[in-house]
């Protein structure tokens, strides 16, 4: 099992400040298709992932899953270290 201590959050908040126009004009309608394996984790209490968005994740990110996180929200990471900790890191490694 991974532990929480092993990891810290680090935003890049001068990026983000230097792109928040982009952030803001984001148009998925031309994105190409990320083939890479990626993984979505999404709360089972939030609404940030529905099932209607799912065939569009597929089509960007062929090679995605997409797990539920029970009993959490959208900040998986505060609601569910634990299990958001073992997702990632089990993703991570394989």
Same mark, same amino acid.
């Given at each position: 099992?991974?532990t929480?201590?092993?990891?810290?959050?680090?935003l890049?908040?001068?990026?983000?400040?230097?792109?928040?126009?982009?952030?803001?004009? #984001?148009? /998925?309608?031309?994105? &190409? !298709?990320? =083939?890479?394996?990626?993984?979505?984790?999404?709360?089972?209490?939030? @609404?940030?992932?529905?099932?209607?968005?799912?065939?569009?994740i597929?089509?960007? #990110?062929? /090679?995605?899953?997409? &797990? !539920?996180? =029970?009993?959490?929200?959208?900040?998986l990471?505060?609601?569910?270290? @634990?299990?958001?900790?073992?997702?990632?890191?089990?993703?991570?490694?394989?």
């Amino acid at each position: 099992m991974i532990t929480r201590t092993q990891y810290a959050w680090k935003l890049n908040i001068q990026a983000i400040m230097d792109n928040i126009v982009n952030i803001f004009e #984001f148009n /998925n309608a031309n994105l &190409k !298709t990320f =083939e890479k394996p990626t993984l979505f984790l999404k709360g089972a209490d939030s @609404d940030f992932i529905l099932k209607e968005h799912e065939p569009q994740i597929m089509r960007l #990110f062929p /090679n995605s899953e997409i &797990k !539920t996180i =029970e009993n959490a929200g959208h900040w998986l990471h505060a609601d569910q270290p @634990d299990r958001f900790l073992d997702e990632v890191g089990t993703f991570l490694i394989s």
